[in-house]
């Protein structure tokens, strides 16, 4: 007796958890439908019925693509929203870089928000996407139900601060490399501008990414725009790999994440180089009625890194049982 019940129960759960389960078809089963937004043309890739969640992607400069191949076979419980925000992935440039911010990011959520005619929304961000995930519980606390950020920024200090813990990083591993790039900051460079900007790049960063470094994501078959260097530029600032300005620099939503009402979920990776954890686990202070979940083996992205554990975790929070 005590068998078949486990057997039952296992049964259940492995059904259940092959919701989580990434699909290398997911891009197939989605189609882009764009809607002019100020004058502008906005993809967004919506599917399936049920409570909608909208995924914001990071960056800035990211398309929405790598959230949807690790968060679209959710369609099967909600209704799942995708976009790409002005200047990144499949939708317009914008005819100024200075309309690129934090601000308009949060206001084209809103935007979408009424046009596809929802009441209320949960929200996913992920790195610069719990940026203006924040920002729109904040300014709009009536219209978010859930809120999970994963491996995210609470400020442009907390930004600044990790950019100066990752160069610290590459000048102590990489220290033939990081003569070359004192060289070009003595000479006035900055990190937007050739050849600093291709060296920089060339300092090997995955290990700052991943605890596992082998870890493949999946992508679209098809050409894409994946990264929007001007959006990151404008947002982060023409030398934001050292010196954070732009529209990030200002934001700071510590004084203010205790008053979010939405459910929220945060979720952290010991080995992130990028949102590093002395950072992360100041939300227990600044958010206390979040709840907040440590990944142990994993860096930047632990849907990838430890699959079972987050999305056992994902479905709990949003209650997919």
């Known amino acids: 007796m005590k068998r078949t019940t486990l057997a039952l129960c296992l049964g259940i759960l492995l059904s259940f958890n092959a919701y989580s389960q990434r699909d290398p078809d997911i891009f197939n089963k989605f189609e882009s439908k764009f809607y002019v937004i100020d004058n502008y043309k906005i993809n967004v890739e919506v599917k399936g019925t049920g409570d909608p969640i909208f995924f914001l992607p990071g960056g ?35 005819k100024d870089k200075s309309e690129y911010s934090v601000e308009n990011d949060v206001a084209l959520i809103e935007k979408l928000r009424t046009l596809l005619k929802f009441d209320k929304i949960s929200i996913v961000g992920h790195s610069y996407g719990t940026v203006p995930a924040q920002a729109y519980a904040i300014k709009y606390p009536n219209n978010v139900d859930k809120l999970m950020l994963i491996s995210g920024f609470h400020s442009g200090t907390m930004w600044q601060a990790n950019c100066d813990s990752y160069n610290f990083y590459a000048k102590t591993h990489f220290p033939e490399k990081w003569k070359q790039v004192d060289s070009l900051r003595a000479l006035g460079y900055v990190s937007s501008q050739e050849p600093l900007k291709s060296l920089y790049a060339n300092i090997p960063t995955k290990y700052v990414y991943y605890h596992d470094t082998s870890i493949q994501g999946i992508a679209p078959k098809e050409p894409y725009r994946g990264w929007a260097n001007d959006v990151y530029t404008t947002i982060i600032g023409r030398d934001g790999d050292f010196d954070v300005s732009g529209s990030m620099i200002n934001q700071d939503f510590r004084q203010q994440l205790k008053n979010v009402t939405a459910k929220t979920l945060i979720v952290a990776g010991r080995y992130d180089g990028v949102s590093t954890p002395e950072f992360n686990v100041q939300y227990k202070t600044f958010m206390p009625q979040a709840q907040f979940v440590m990944f142990e083996n994993s860096g930047h992205n632990p849907y990838l890194e430890e699959p079972e554990k987050f999305y056992a975790l994902f479905d709990t929070f949003f209650e997919l049982k």
């Open 60 to 94: 800035p400069g990211n398309s929405h693509d790598y959230m949807q191949a690790n968060f679209g076979q959710y369609y099967k419980t909600n209704t799942v929203v995708f976009f790409d925000f002005l200047g990144r992935g499949k939708s317009d440039d914008a």
